[in-house]
């Protein structure tokens, strides 16, 4: 059973009207479309067509917050 999000080789046929794996793939450069290579061929995700049609904004991955620089305290020395 596939994500729901993956996209087949026969999703991108449907999509794009060609069969041949090679013009797939072009067809996936052409139009910004990342795309991974597997056993039965070519395939990827709703999010990466929606990404390169402009329907969908990539959000880069959240960052952890700095942790507090700690100074240390000279004056406890004395």
């Excluded at 046929?13 to 290579?37: H, I, M, P, S």
């Excluded at 999010?47 to 406890?76: F, M, T």
Aim: charged share 20%; aromatic share 8%; glycine share 6%.
């Amino acid at each position: 059973m596939t994500h729901p999000a993956a996209l087949a080789p026969e999703d991108l046929e449907r999509l794009t009207g060609y069969q041949r794996q090679a013009d797939l793939e072009k067809w996936c450069l052409a139009n910004g479309v990342r795309y991974f290579r597997g056993k039965a061929g070519i395939w990827t995700t709703l999010d990466a067509v929606n990404v390169a049609l402009g329907l969908a904004i990539v959000h880069p991955p959240a960052r952890e917050p700095e942790p507090p620089v700690v100074k240390p305290n000279w004056s406890a020395l004395q």
